[in-house]
């Protein structure tokens, strides 16, 4: 069994450390973006757009492209969207309307996992 240090190290990354390439999730235009595994925040002053960005990102999850984003596998992605900000009705407002308008169609209860924790 590995000590804590040991796992520690075999993480270390170094120049000539071997890593894998991204695995990019979507394309904008000619650039790939978001990639998987990758934590991305979006940061703004309120009401610059960053929670209808999020939803164009959420339903790529079931569309394949909008608004000159696209994404690049074919597969159906999962979404968790952990809301923060907004309250619980706002929160169901914009997955059932801004993202269900935006992919078309109901929303599929199994690709989007969405809670609001703006309480907590």
Known sequence: MKSEYEEILARRITPDTTVPQHDFLFRWGDRP??????????????????????????AL???????GLSRLHDEM????????EQSEDSTQEILCHRIGSLIGQAIPDEQYYVYNLRRD
Do not use: H, N, P, Y
């Open 33 to 58: 973006c978001f990639a998987r595994g990758e934590l991305v925040a979006l940061t703004g002053k309120a009401k610059s757009g960053k929670t209808f960005v999020c939803s164009i990102l959420m």
């Open 77 to 84: 992605l999962r979404v968790v969207w952990i809301d923060t």
């Open 61 to 67: 999850g079931v569309r394949k492209q909008i608004m």
